[in-house]
């Protein structure tokens, strides 16, 4: 039986420093804060925007909600963005994103500025990830994936990781981040000859490709730590990862849950990027 790899302890360790880095900021009369935009009434977002708001509260960060109407005008959405950008007050902005189809998500992205971008999504956040430079953030969920290997003390450094996807959200920065721990990294995708013979040999598996049943027992060997990424609905209606869990879970060493995994991490990524954003900003360095 694996062992279980569940978020919630790793995002209230993860909340205990973040905690104690707004109180720092707080002694300075720095207010770590959070602006979410959100456009539309979207379900899935509003459900995120109400636990964001409820862990920022929780740990000393304020959180406001800037809720525009779906029809908004491209050029006023980006005029909201520039005040964001401008105010000091401001530390980290959060954009709901998928952006209604009438605009232009790549000139959203490009607009904000990168030292608010608390959720990896401008290029700027993106060169920091992958040179290292210590600029920008990583995209949350990525950097829930290696929180939770550290977490769980699973040492990177010289293991094999195959990760599963290649996108700009998980698949690509997460193996960089893979990499900085000094991990071998293969990333696989749609093209890949013979997804299996890749899988089996790992010592770890990132499976982000968000598909139902994508890690099948064909895939795994005993001994391996799988961190599955996916959020996919099964037949009964029920969430479910990418990771064919009743099949993977009785052969690999550690798995995540789905859900209860790597999604539980995230809105404290979120927020422990925001207090950081403000020391950054202020020139205070965290003890």
């Known amino acids: ?42 379900d ?15 740990v000393g960060v304020e959180a406001r909600s800037v809720v525009l109407p779906e029809d908004i005008a491209q050029e006023a959405l980006l005029e909201v963005i520039e005040e964001l950008n401008r105010d000091g007050s401001v530390h980290g902005v959060l954009i709901f994103r998928p952006l209604p189809k ?20 401008t290029d700027g956040s993106l060169a920091g990830v992958f040179t290292g430079n210590g600029h920008g953030f990583c995209p949350c969920t990525a950097q829930s994936c290696v929180e939770i290997l550290d977490h769980y003390g699973v040492d990177c450094a010289g293991k094999r990781a195959v990760v599963m996807g290649r996108s ?39 499976a982000a490709v968000g598909h139902l049943n994508a ?9 391996q730590t799988v961190i599955d990424v996916g959020i996919n609905t099964n037949a009964e209606g029920k ?12 052969v690999v060493g550690a798995i995540t849950p789905v859900p209860g995994g790597v999604g539980s ?7 422990a990027h925001t207090v950081q954003a403000a020391a950054r900003q202020n020139n205070v360095m965290l003890t």
């Open 265 to 271: 991490v995230t809105t404290a990524v979120l927020v």
């Open 239 to 250: 969430m479910a990862g990418d990771a064919d869990f009743e099949a993977v879970e009785p």
């Open 44 to 58: 899935a977002d509003i459900y995120y925007e109400r636990g964001a708001v409820k862990r920022c509260g929780a």
């Open 168 to 206: 700009l959200v998980i698949g690509k920065p997460v193996s960089q981040l893979l990499l900085a721990r000094n991990a071998t990294v293969t990333v696989c995708h749609t093209r890949t000859r013979d997804l299996p013979a890749e899988t089996k040999r790992a010592d770890i598996i990132v």
């Open 102 to 121: 009438h605009i232009d998500d790549a000139r959203i992205r490009a607009a904000l500025s990168p030292e608010k971008d608390v959720d990896g999504i």
């Open 215 to 223: 890690l099948e027992k064909q895939h795994v060997s005993p001994g």
């Open 1 to 42: 039986m694996a062992e279980l790899l569940k978020g919630a302890p790793v995002a209230a360790a993860l909340n205990e420093k973040t905690k104690a880095g707004a109180s720092q900021l707080r002694e300075r009369s720095i207010v770590p804060t959070l602006a979410l935009v959100r456009v539309g009434e979207n």
